[in-house]
């Protein structure tokens, strides 16, 4: 197999996908955020959520439910904030993983990937590490969201977990 890349290219490329999978991985999983509710440990992520309340009917009270998954709708993810940082970090993560598929494909084909290609390839990649730098940097500001609150005691606020209440004089 002829390959259009030098070492520093074979290297570049899998760096990428390598990077692009931790990404990746990261975005997808709900551990962004601990907490706990009703003695139960809780977690967030940009658009997951494991352990939720629930009312339950027989018992008349609420109960925790100790899975994982998605909120049901987009609008049901608790801040505006979230929902930003859930599109702007999916495009990143979707974006260095363009290229580093280019890239370990440009490892098998040969001409696939020239000196301008592997120019603008680097280019995505690095609007794609932005995007998903500012999605890291958006997403304490949903921390104010009545669910957080839930969760951290209602002591958290934008970018402060442990906010204590000011006493009105």
Sequence with gaps: MA??????GVIWALLSFLCAATSCVGFFMPYWLWGSQLGKPVSFGTFRRCSYPVHDESRQMMV??????????FQGIPSAEWRICTIVTGLG???LLLVALTALMGCCVSELISRTVGRVAGGIQFLGGLLIGAGCALYPLGWDSEE???TCGYVSGQFDLEKSEQPLT
Excluded: K
């Design 93 to 95: 993560c979707g974006l």
């Design 3 to 8: 390959s259009s890349l030098t070492c520093t």
């Design 148 to 150: 957080v609150r839930q």
């Design 64 to 73: 925790m439910v100790e899975e994982c998954g998605r909120y049901a709708s």
